[in-house]
Structures are given as structure tokens and as C-alpha cells.
């Protein structure tokens, strides 16, 4: 007995490590399924286990296996088994199905008998088409005989396809052929049930998507559109009715799900009006709804129709009516716009945590393959009728057969598509799910691995691959689009794409470009040559071209990295800049794109370019300090007034870019596929108020100085008086936009022993040397300096000496006064002298006693008279984000009266700022939390309006540009993709209508 223990143990020993081998990952539990009693006659056969072995999961393939003998009577047990162990085919192609698809093993397990389909192929099958599939399915008279007929012909398609006797083109058109005779099947059972209704209309059903090209997954919904005409004698609208209760009916026969499971989900949203349009219309009622309402994306999806199912003349009708459509979209307005939209749309959609594992909609996917191919047929299609296939592969093989797409990248996307769309079906066949995501487990993983031939380490080999096709196919992306462009015009014949002038110019103006005469002649200038500097533009403008297509003005992004390269061109550290760091070639992208004023100003300093590509800060601001530190060096160095401002100016141009091109590269995300995060738009908001403050009160402290050396004659004779610049409105409240002007009032005061006359007239000649000299004309965004909040406004002296202020202000001031000195600090000049200015001024902006209710009054007058007279004239009130509703003057009012009737008790509301005295109000119980986040919100987007205005326009502006461009710029630097103009306004209105409304309520009733 000891012996026969050890002999068994032997025997099992040696099982399971062949079986390891095999590639078993359960062992034990494969042994115990070979000792079953229905396998007696095939568990020694090695040829079995061989052939379990090449199959994608051999301990799945065994459990099927299993299942399906135990499910066998005795007679069809010894006919499968005698077959599976002489004919090889067949266990190729039983073995292969069950070890790759579970669904298909329970299907065989239900239906035992259908083992037979398996044998029914032998040479090498020729695709059946839908007349074989029809017969396949002609028994099926009711809901659930179709379904296990599906899944029997299904059977067929898998077994070949597992065992490679048909690619993935041949396999992905035997699906969209069942799938057709499933809906003709289908659309029969419901006639047959409903006869009256079938004869009393010609209904036609249009296969779209994946089954319309004829490249139908295993799992997919199948898109469809259904037409209808009536039969003769019989009205529309009750024909219309018939066609939609037969259309319902034949959509149930395939969704519904059962104890045979389900077919698939008809889905009938590409219809005209999606969910919320009719189900069936007439075809006139189609053309009509094209004609008027349609949008680019029907379109493009219409590519792809062809009649599947029901009235073959109608559906031809259809087909023939339709065609002249699409082919005319690409000359559509906002045709780019839309296509874009749909894409991002798409992206947007996938959830965060699925973004790396989507095969379908992630970057790199298929979707992308799918959508520029689609895009070069638009363009390319409407004069060219070789272009017109729905099947992606024909149709980028006929891309590259015309010249559109060169051979060589046409062939690196074909094989980076078929890898992608087998990894999908392997996906789908395990359990016939719809599913477009890559397992995240390890014997998933695994399966698939070795489903697609990996059978050494197939989790890494099936990684590795996969990440390099979803690499290859974003590289290419872009590279199908720009790279024959810049062939076309460099004539280098690196390449087989030769397009003509038309079909280049055809192509640019689809991607967005207004102008594609210039923009060939800008790529001509940039890519022509052999020159060093031509190969390095040659190998950006690809990736540079499609940055500049997806912001609001590719002509300006092109031209402005012209004017730069023709500037900065043969500088070696500039294209070694550009060539190193793809961080850098970005941001530039972003910046030339985003409007006029960043742009302008790069191209007055070329250099600063180099800020773009630094990694240690070259976007942070500098330092308040450090720039002041500059400003009056170079001040220091130069020979004369105008000499000096002209350096002061140089500092400022350039701080000015660096602060822009942050805010734009923050604003729209600083990563080379544009998915970073974006910065929060207060953080941002905030973050330009004090840079732009910085700069300023650098630059005035740089004219202080130019002035003070003019006046004295650098040093000769000292300055009778001290001298201090004190920032008011938005420049003291440290919340400068780009285009603000700089409100200051200049307070001095005499040294020792001078007379007061001779110190009023040198501080009074520097104040008009200052303002002189920030005034010389320059291409730089000017710096206004208005002193019109001193005493007495223009009619005051420009500059007081400060017993002067004191007097003024304790027989003289104003309500309106003390309210604007709520924003009053030192910017430049005597620290000493501006430091006792704020202690003169605290009793007036701050009284011990709060306000008098007669001047709250007064401050609620001037509030309304300033709307009825100041709004300009044909404003619209609703949009004007300085003195509309909701808007700055709103808020900003609001906040000041809180602190002048309160910041005497409460010490925290005393700062110059808006948002710091909004969060201080709050905190101090004077506002609830709910109405400061809308006075907030509403203050940083009417805040973030007037910056985008003076990025965009390259002057300053409190409402929306009237230029489609102009405001389409706008709408991107507020976050809000191509085509939502619309959204923008209405966002605006309906955040300024909340916050005028708190406003009313605090303002004018509190």
C-alpha cells in the first residue's frame, strides 16, 4: 500500500509540474479536473495539455472544457473527444475559445451541442459575410432563440479569431455582419409580431459607428439611425407611428436581457436631437434637421452610415441624400471648434482613475486614431472622392495612397491601431462586457498577455507594448497633421507626402488657421533649408502647429514664433532652449497664442524668452526688494533722464512678460498635453495684483529717482524736501491688473531751515518730471500716474507738503475722501516721511466712532450717482466688470463702507485690500460666510475679465471685446473651452446678478 502511496504521489508530482509548465497557475486544482471520470480517455494525452497550454488561460480552457464534457450525453462526449484528440483544428479552436472567453464557455455549457459550430470552417474562411449569418440565424422566430443563434455564430468568429486564422480587420467585419443580420433577424421577429404595422410603413435602419464601418468590437452598443416613408394609401403621421413601435420592438428584441443573456444595446442617439428627437422621422424631416440644425459632429458621425436593416431602396435613398452633407462639413463655421469640443468632451468625461487604463478615450487611444483620420477625410474628402471609406484602416491606407499622410507614419499608426483594437476585443471576449479598460489585476493582466502571444513574462511584454503603440499614436497625432504641411513647403524629400498648395492651405484652415496663405508662407520662411536653425524649427513646428490650432488664434501663435525665430534664430542658447526642453517650447506656444500683449512685449525684448525654459523660478516673480535694488542701479548708471526711464522701462517690459506668461502657462496648464491642473483663478488673480504692484511701485521708485536727479542735476544741490509717492486705489491695495492705470498723491515735506515755497516748487517739479517722464511714448503698455484723489482733485496742487495734508484734512475732507484713503500706503520715496502720512490719515479712514448715518447717506448718493453718470455711454450695464452690476465699483463699495463704519473698533478690517477686508468682515461677524463668496467671486471674475481683456487686446478694457477672436481668447483664459462664448456671458451675468444682489441688500439697506 506504502508503495502504491508513493508511485500515486510520483505520478501527481510529475502532473503538476508539467502543468506548471503548461502555464497553470492553479495546479492542484487542474489535476483534480483531469481525474474526472468524463475525461478518463483524453487525460494522458499530451497532445491536450500542449494544447491547453497555448491558450490564453489554461485553467479556464480546462474548467470550460470540463463543463461542457459533463454537460454531453455519452453518444456527443466520445464525438467531441475523439475529435478533440485527431483533429487539430478543432481543438485549436475549442481550446482557444474556451481559454479566452468565460461568457462563451457558459454559452457551450447551456448549449452543448454547439461544439459542432466550431467545426463547420475548415478552409481557412473565407469571410462568411450576412448571408451565412443570416442562415445562422434564420430559425430564431422569437426574442431568445435569437440570442443563443447570436451566441452561436458568435462561437465562429471567436474560434478563428483566437487562433489567428482571421486578423483583426476580417474578424472586426464578420461582427459588424452579424450584427447586421441580428437587426435584420430582429426587425423580423417584431414585424412578425405586429404584421399591421410592418405593412403599413417602409421603415429603413442605418447602421452608424463601429457597425456602419464595417469595424464592429465583440461588445458594442450598435449605433443606429431609423428612417421611415409611408406604404401607399397610408398617412405619415400614422406610417411614422408604425415605424416607431417596429423600430422599439426590434431595439428590445437585442437589449433585453434574459436567461440567455443579451445581444447587445441598439443605441439610437446619433439620431437628429439625440435622446430628446423622435426616434423614426421621414427622410425630409432628416435633410430638413440637417440643413438648419445640425452640428459638426453629426457629421463626422454620418461618415460612417450605411443601410443594415429594413427597406433597402429607402435606406439607399437615405444613404444617397445624406453623403453630399458630409462631405461638405469642413466648410462649415467653427468646423475646428467643434471637432475640437467633441474631443474634449471625450477626454473630460473618463473618470481620473481610469484615465492610464482607458484603450478607447484616454490619450493615446483609439478615439485618437479614430478622430484624426475622420478629420483628414472632412478636409481632404470633399475633392477628393478616394478618401470616403468608414473603415478607419482603408481610410488612413487611402490617406497615405493620395499623399495626405505620409507611408511610413500611415503604417506605424495602422499596426499601433490593430495592436490596440485586439488588446480591446481580447478585453471584451473574457466575459463579453463592454469595456474599453485594461485590467488592473494580475491575472487579467495575464490572460491578455498571453491571449496576444506573450507567452514569456506577459504582464511586462503586454506593458511595455501597449505603452509604446498609446506613445506612438500621440506622437503621430499630431505629426499626421503638421509634419506634411511643413513638406510641403521645405520640398527636403525626407518624406512620400507631397501635398498640393490647395490641399495645404484646405488643411490649415480647417485647423483653425484664418489666414493659410500667410501661415504657408510663415512655415516656408521657418522650415525651408539645411540650415541648422531650419532642421531644429523642422522638428518643432509639428508639435508647435497643434499647440497654436487649439487656442483661440493660431495665425498670431505662428507669426509671433516667426517674428521671435527671425529675432533670436541664429542664438545658439534659444534653439537649444527650444530643441532640450519641451517644458519651454509650450509655453512659448501658449504665450504667442494668447493674445497681443505678452506677445508684443516678448517681441520688444526677444531674450526674455529665456524665462520660458528656466526650472528654477525663471516664471516666479521677483522680489519687491530685489527689483526696486535694480531699477535704481541702472537709474544710478545713466546719463540722463530720458536715458534713465528708458532702462526703468527695460525692467519693466521684461517683469511684465514674466508675470503674463505665468499667469497664462498657470491658467492653462503647464503640461504638454494641456491635462495639468490648473491654478485656482483667485490664487492667480492675487498672485498678478502683487506682482503688477511690485513692478509698479519698482518703476515709480525708478522715476522718483530719474526725476530727482534731473531737478537737483544728479546730486549738485540736494533736494530741499523730502519726497514720498503714496499708492492709491488698486495700486495701494496691491491688486493692480495689467492694464490699471498707477492713482498716487505725493506729500513732502521741507528739511530743516528751507522755505516752504522753494520745497513746494522742487517737490511740485519733481512730481511733473515723474509724470513727464512715465508719459514719453512707448510701444510698451503705458503706466498712467493719476494724482486726481489729492485734495481738492485736478483743481489741487499736484504735490502738499504734509502739514499742508493735515490741514487740509481737519477743515476740508470729505466722506469720499476718507473712503479713499482706505487704500492709501507708501510706494516709493522717504520710508520715514510716507510712514507718518499713514499715521495722519488712520483717524479719517478709520473713525473711533464709525460713520454718521448722514454719511452713510452721502456715500449711498455718490454710489448712485456714479453708476447713472459714469457707466460710458450704449455700456451695457449687465457685462461692464469696473461699473456694472455685481461688478468691481460693486463690491468694492460695499467693503468700504463696512470698514469706515467699522475698522475704528475692529482693528483687523484696517488693510488696503479688498479680499483681505472681505475675509476680515467675515470673520468679524459683519457678513455671513455665503454672501462674501459671492462679493468674492465676483469681484476676482470681473478682476480676471479686465486682465484677460488687456492680454488679449494689448489695451486696457472694462467689458468683452465685440471681436469673435478677441472674445473667444477671453473665454479661454476664463477657463471655458472653444465654442462656449455663449457660457462665458451668461456665467458672468449670472455670478455679477448674485453679487448685485447681496450688494443691494448690504449696501443700500444695511
Given at each position: ?5 508513493s508511485?500515486?504521489?510520483g505520478?501527481r ?6 502543468l ?6 492553479d ?9 474526472v471520470?468524463e475525461l ?5 494525452d499530451?497532445?491536450l495539455?500542449?494544447a ?9 480552457a480546462?474548467?470550460g ?6 454537460a454531453?450525453?455519452a453518444?456527443e ?9 485527431t483533429?487539430k ?6 481550446l ?5 472567453s ?15 459550430a466550431?467545426v463547420t470552417y475548415e ?8 448571408a451565412?449569418?443570416a442562415?445562422?440565424?434564420?430559425a430564431?422566430?422569437?426574442?431568445d432563440a435569437?440570442r443563443?443563434?447570436?451566441?452561436r ?9 483566437v487562433?489567428?486564422?482571421?486578423d ?7 461582427l459588424?455582419d452579424?450584427?447586421t443580420?441580428?437587426?435584420r433577424?430582429?426587425?423580423a ?22 457597425c456602419?464601418?464595417?469595424?464592429l468590437?465583440?461588445v458594442?452598443?450598435v449605433d443606429v439611425?431609423?428612417?421611415a416613408?409611408?406604404a ?10 408604425a415605424?416607431?413601435r ?7 428584441v437585442c437589449?433585453?436581457?434574459?436567461a440567455?443573456g ?7 442617439n446619433l ?8 426616434l423614426?422621422?421621414?427622410?425630409s424631416?432628416?435633410?430638413?434637421y440637417?440643413?438648419r ?11 460612417k452610415?450605411?443601410?443594415?436593416a429594413?427597406d433597402?431602396?429607402?435606406g439607399a435613398e437615405?444613404?444617397a ?8 462639413a469642413?466648410e462649415r463655421d467653427?468646423?475646428?471648434t467643434?471637432?475640437?469640443?467633441m474631443?474634449?468632451?471625450?477626454v ?7 484615465v492610464?487604463?482607458?484603450l478607447k478615450?484616454?490619450?493615446?487611444g ?5 478622430f484624426?483620420?475622420?478629420?483628414l ?6 475633392t ?6 468608414p473603415?478607419t484602416?482603408?481610410a488612413l491606407?487611402?490617406l ?20 490596440l483594437r485586439?488588446m480591446?476585443?481580447r478585453?471584451q471576449?473574457?466575459?463579453m462586457?463592454?469595456t474599453?479598460?485594461?485590467?488592473d489585476?494580475e491575472?487579467g ?18 506593458t511595455?507594448?501597449?505603452?509604446r ?6 506622437r ?16 527636403l524629400?525626407t518624406d ?5 498648395t ?7 484652415q480647417?485647423?483653425g488657421?484664418?489666414d ?5 508662407r510663415h ?6 533649408g ?7 524649427q523642422r ?8 499647440w497654436?490650432?487649439d487656442s483661440?488664434?493660431?495665425d498670431?501663435?505662428?507669426?509671433g514664433?516667426?517674428k521671435v525665430s ?12 527650444l530643441?532640450?526642453?519641451?517644458a519651454?517650447a509650450?509655453?512659448l ?6 493674445g497681443?500683449?505678452?506677445p508684443?512685449?516678448?517681441l520688444?525684448?526677444?531674450?526674455a ?7 528654477d523660478?525663471g516664471?516666479?516673480?521677483r ?8 531699477v ?7 546719463e ?6 528708458a ?10 512678460f514674466?508675470t503674463?506668461a ?16 490648473r ?9 498678478v ?9 519698482a518703476?515709480v521708485?525708478?522715476?522718483?529717482r530719474a526725476a530727482?536727479?534731473?531737478?537737483t542735476g544728479?546730486?549738485?544741490r540736494?533736494l530741499p524736501?523730502?519726497?514720498?509717492v ?8 496691491r491688486?493692480l491688473?495689467?492694464g ?6 505725493f506729500?513732502?515735506?521741507?528739511h530743516d531751515?528751507?522755505d516752504?515755497?522753494e520745497a ?6 519733481v512730481?511733473?518730471?515723474m ?5 514719453i ?20 496742487p ?6 499742508s495734508y493735515?490741514a487740509?484734512?481737519r477743515?476740508?475732507s470729505?466722506?469720499?475722501e476718507?473712503?479713499a484713503?482706505l487704500r492709501?500706503t507708501?510706494?516709493a520715496?522717504d520710508e520715514?516721511?510716507g ?11 478709520y473713525?473711533?466712532g ?8 452721502e456715500?449711498?448718493?455718490l454710489k ?7 457707466l460710458?455711454?450704449?455700456a451695457d ?9 455685481g461688478?468691481?465699483?460693486?463690491v468694492?463699495w460695499?467693503v468700504?463702507?463696512l ?8 482693528p483687523?478690517l484696517?488693510t ?14 459683519l457678513l455671513?460666510?455665503a454672501d462674501?463668496?459671492?462679493l468674492?467671486?465676483?469681484?476676482v ?6 486682465n484677460a ?8 478694457g ?5 471681436d ?5 481668447a477671453?473665454?479661454r483664459?476664463?477657463?471655458?473651452p ?5 457660457d462665458?456671458l ?7 446678478r ?8 448690504l449696501?443700500?439697506q444695511?
Amino acid at each position: 500500500m506504502a508503495g502504491d502511496g508513493s508511485a500515486m504521489q510520483g505520478r501527481r508530482s510529475s502532473t503538476f509540474t508539467r502543468l506548471l509548465r503548461h502555464g497553470f497557475t492553479d495546479p492542484a486544482a487542474a489535476e483534480r479536473l483531469l481525474d474526472v471520470p468524463e475525461l478518463s480517455a483524453v487525460r494522458s494525452d499530451p497532445v491536450l495539455l500542449e494544447a491547453l497550454g497555448a491558450t490564453a488561460d489554461p485553467d479556464q480552457a480546462l474548467i470550460g472544457l470540463v463543463r461542457l464534457v459533463e454537460a454531453l450525453d455519452a453518444g456527443e462526449r466520445r464525438a467531441l473527444l475523439d475529435t478533440v484528440t485527431t483533429a487539430k483544428p478543432l481543438r485549436d479552436r475549442l481550446l482557444g475559445v474556451l481559454g479566452a472567453s468565460e461568457a462563451l464557455g457558459d454559452h457551450l455549457a447551456r448549449h452543448p451541442a454547439d461544439w459542432h459550430a466550431l467545426v463547420t470552417y475548415e478552409a481557412a474562411d473565407l469571410h462568411p459575410g450576412i448571408a451565412e449569418f443570416a442562415r445562422g440565424l434564420a430559425a430564431a422566430t422569437d426574442p431568445d432563440a435569437l440570442r443563443a443563434a447570436y451566441r452561436r455564430c458568435l462561437l465562429g468568429i471567436a474560434a478563428r479569431d483566437v487562433c489567428g486564422t482571421s486578423d483583426l480587420v476580417r474578424t472586426a467585419a464578420e461582427l459588424a455582419d452579424l450584427a447586421t443580420a441580428t437587426l435584420r433577424a430582429a426587425l423580423a421577429i417584431a414585424a412578425a409580431e405586429a404584421p399591421q404595422d410592418a405593412a403599413a410603413t417602409r421603415l429603413a435602419v442605418i447602421g452608424m459607428g463601429k457597425c456602419g464601418g464595417h469595424e464592429l468590437n465583440y461588445v458594442s452598443d450598435v449605433d443606429v439611425i431609423f428612417v421611415a416613408e409611408p406604404a401607399e394609401g397610408v398617412e405619415e403621421i400614422e406610417a411614422v407611428k408604425a415605424a416607431t413601435r417596429l423600430a422599439a420592438r426590434m431595439m428590445r428584441v437585442c437589449s433585453d436581457t434574459t436567461a440567455e443573456g443579451t445581444i447587445w444595446p441598439v443605441d439610437a442617439n446619433l439620431r437628429p436631437e439625440g435622446k430628446n428627437g423622435p426616434l423614426v422621422r421621414t427622410l425630409s424631416s432628416h435633410l430638413a434637421y440637417y440643413a438648419r440644425w445640425a452640428k459638426t459632429w453629426e457629421f463626422q458621425a454620418l461618415l460612417k452610415a450605411r443601410p443594415v436593416a429594413g427597406d433597402p431602396e429607402l435606406g439607399a435613398e437615405y444613404v444617397a441624400a445624406i453623403r453630399p452633407l458630409v462631405w461638405q462639413a469642413a466648410e462649415r463655421d467653427h468646423f475646428v471648434t467643434d471637432v475640437q469640443q467633441m474631443r474634449r468632451r471625450v477626454v473630460d468625461n473618463i473618470p481620473v482613475a481610469q484615465v492610464d487604463r482607458e484603450l478607447k478615450l484616454g490619450p493615446g487611444g483609439l478615439r485618437d486614431v479614430e478622430f484624426a483620420v475622420q478629420l483628414l477625410q472632412l478636409v481632404h474628402g470633399r475633392t477628393d472622392s478616394s478618401l470616403r471609406s468608414p473603415t478607419t484602416l482603408t481610410a488612413l491606407a487611402e490617406l497615405a495612397a493620395g499623399g495626405y499622410v505620409g507611408r511610413a507614419d500611415a503604417a506605424s499608426l495602422d499596426a499601433a491601431y490593430r495592436f490596440l483594437r485586439l488588446m480591446e476585443h481580447r478585453i471584451q471576449l473574457h466575459r463579453m462586457r463592454r469595456t474599453h479598460l485594461v485590467p488592473d489585476d494580475e491575472a487579467g493582466l495575464r490572460r491578455l498577455g498571453r491571449g496576444l502571444g506573450f507567452r514569456s513574462e506577459p504582464v511586462a511584454n503586454l506593458t511595455r507594448e501597449w505603452k509604446r503603440h498609446a506613445m506612438e499614436v500621440r506622437r503621430l497625432h499630431e505629426k499626421l497633421f503638421y509634419r506634411p504641411l511643413l513638406e510641403s513647403v521645405a520640398q527636403l524629400g525626407t518624406d512620400d507626402v507631397r501635398l498640393s498648395t490647395g490641399a495645404a492651405r484646405q488643411r490649415l484652415q480647417a485647423l483653425g488657421y484664418a489666414d493659410p496663405a500667410d501661415a504657408m508662407r510663415h512655415l516656408e520662411a521657418l522650415a525651408s533649408g539645411v540650415s541648422r536653425k531650419a532642421a531644429i524649427q523642422r522638428t518643432l513646428l509639428p508639435v508647435l502647429l497643434g499647440w497654436f490650432a487649439d487656442s483661440a488664434d493660431p495665425d498670431a501663435g505662428l507669426l509671433g514664433f516667426r517674428k521671435v525665430s527671425d529675432a533670436l534664430g541664429t542664438t545658439p542658447w534659444y534653439l537649444r532652449l527650444l530643441r532640450d526642453e519641451g517644458a519651454a517650447a509650450q509655453r512659448l506656444a501658449r504665450v504667442l497664442s494668447s493674445g497681443r500683449m505678452a506677445p508684443d512685449l516678448l517681441l520688444r525684448a526677444p531674450e526674455a524668452v529665456a524665462v520660458l525654459g528656466s526650472v528654477d523660478g525663471g516664471l516666479v516673480p521677483r522680489d519687491h526688494a530685489a527689483l526696486e535694488q535694480e531699477v535704481l542701479a541702472a537709474v544710478g548708471r545713466a546719463e540722463g533722464p530720458e536715458q534713465a526711464i528708458a532702462a526703468v522701462r527695460g525692467v519693466r517690459r521684461r517683469e511684465l512678460f514674466r508675470t503674463a506668461a505665468a499667469d497664462l502657462i498657470d491658467t492653462y496648464g503647464d503640461d504638454v498635453e494641456g491635462d495639468a491642473d490648473r491654478v485656482d483663478p483667485a490664487e492667480l488673480t492675487d498672485r498678478v495684483g502683487c506682482a503688477v504692484f511690485g513692478l509698479t511701485s519698482a518703476t515709480v521708485a525708478g522715476a522718483l529717482r530719474a526725476a530727482v536727479n534731473a531737478v537737483t542735476g544728479n546730486d549738485a544741490r540736494p533736494l530741499p524736501t523730502r519726497f514720498a509717492v503714496i499708492g492709491m486705489g488698486r495700486f495701494g491695495g496691491r491688486e493692480l491688473g495689467y492694464g490699471s492705470d498707477a492713482d498716487v498723491l505725493f506729500v513732502h515735506e521741507p528739511h530743516d531751515g528751507v522755505d516752504q515755497e522753494e520745497a513746494g516748487r522742487a517737490a511740485l517739479a519733481v512730481a511733473n518730471e515723474m509724470r513727464r517722464l512715465l508719459q514719453i511714448p512707448t510701444a510698451d503698455p503705458p503706466l498712467l500716474v493719476d494724482a486726481d484723489l489729492r485734495p481738492e482733485g485736478k483743481s489741487g496742487p499736484l504735490a502738499r507738503s504734509l502739514a499742508s495734508y493735515a490741514a487740509y484734512y481737519r477743515r476740508w475732507s470729505l466722506v469720499w475722501e476718507s473712503q479713499a484713503l482706505l487704500r492709501a500706503t507708501p510706494v516709493a520715496g522717504d520710508e520715514d516721511l510716507g510712514a507718518r502720512f499713514v499715521e495722519l490719515i488712520d483717524p479719517l479712514r478709520y473713525p473711533a466712532g464709525g460713520l454718521e448715518e448722514e454719511a452713510v447717506r452721502e456715500i449711498r448718493r455718490l454710489k448712485a450717482r456714479m453708476e447713472s453718470e459714469r457707466l460710458p455711454r450704449g455700456a451695457d450695464r449687465t457685462i461692464h466688470a469696473k461699473l456694472g452690476r455685481g461688478g468691481l465699483s460693486d463690491v468694492e463699495w460695499t467693503v468700504q463702507l463696512l470698514q469706515l463704519r467699522h475698522a475704528g473698533r475692529l482693528p483687523e478690517l484696517r488693510t488696503t485690500g479688498t479680499r483681505h477686508a472681505l475675509a476680515a468682515a467675515t470673520h468679524a461677524g459683519l457678513l455671513d460666510e455665503a454672501d462674501a463668496a459671492v462679493l468674492d467671486e465676483a469681484w476676482v471674475l470681473a478682476t480676471r475679465v479686465r486682465n484677460a481683456v488687456m492680454l488679449v487686446r494689448g489695451r486696457p478694457g472694462d467689458t468683452f471685446p465685440g471681436d469673435a477672436r478677441e472674445l473667444a481668447a477671453v473665454a479661454r483664459y476664463l477657463g471655458f473651452p472653444p465654442g462656449h462664448v455663449g457660457d462665458m456671458l451668461e456665467d458672468y451675468r449670472r455670478r455679477t446678478r448674485r453679487a448685485r444682489a447681496v450688494v443691494d441688500r448690504l449696501f443700500y439697506q444695511g
